[in-house]
């Protein structure tokens, strides 16, 4: 639901929100994705792209007058499929409810939460031998547990599983037994993480990091350009960056937290700069490191690295040079090419063209796990 919390922050009446829960094959929308419809008629967000929102819309219309939450699901193997399936050949599963902002459902403490970038985790009870359980939520702000399910150990599994979920920022369903137990299958719960956007930090301000900083804005990463050199790190250089930092980059990057969702683009090209920044970076957990470089010059860096005692293991976590081969040229198209080696390394990509490979289009960080 994070995709459409700023589009409804205002809805001061009841409206229906579709969200994905589950999906299976090459699902254009993740788990997560949601579309809401008020009263008025209004719809925002979507589910699958445009393949089945005609009948989401419905759905969220017939919800929002009966009160009542469903699950549906959409996919090439309905007997409507050609009129509402996916064209794409993959199946989604959605919740569809209720919510009224003026009930005590939570939406205004979510709202809050997210808005001061706290981690949230929202957990809501997708389906259940009990239908009553059907829509219930735990709220989880900051490890405080807010709301439940009106039984004390699936809570508690709740939370559990939500806590895990959100220190990775993934959206998950997980499944429980009626009274939490691990393993089984009776109560099935979507938990949507709101986890403040991961931080992309590009070291060097140059023209490159220019481009890199636009591409990691639009990626949705919290992006701050750090450079020791204050006549190049400006704010008319770098106008829409979230952060500009004046200083050693290396004294900045043992300032700040790096979590396994950080983004690092090494972009200075001086080995002043770049080798105490590598060694620093090297000894944390950062998703991706990034250095900018042509190989004679990474031969060169890596030799030095050693001296400094970086294992071969950490050298191999480095891209360099960075980014994928698209022959890119411009600071632009080069933007383009290190924007690219990090989705795929974040889903397992092969980078290499789509036409020339059988895998799944759509992958998922992980498969569905139940908790335990």
Sequence with gaps: MRDILDRIHDWTEPFAVATVVRTWKSSPRGPGASMAVNAMGEAVGSVSGGCVEGAVYEACQEVLESGRPQRVRYGVSDDDAFQVGLTCGGTIELLVQRIDPAAPEHLADLLAAVDAHRPTALATVAAAADEGLVGRHVLLVDDE?????????????VVDAARGLLEHGRNQMVHLGSHGERRMDEVSVFVESFAPAPRMIVFGAIDFAAAVARMGSFLGYHVTVCDARPVFATRARFPEVDELIVQWPHDYLRSVEVDRRTVLCVLTHDPKFDIPLLVEALSGPAAYIGVMGSRRTHAQRNAELREHGITEEQLARLSSPIGLDLGAHTPE???????????????GGSGRRLSAVDTPIHREATAPVTAG
């Design 145 to 157: 547990a807010r709301g439940g399910t009106g039984d004390a150990r699936l809570d508690e599994a």
């Design 333 to 347: 198209e080069t933007a383009v090419s290190i924007a690219a080696e990090i989705v795929a390394q974040r889903w």
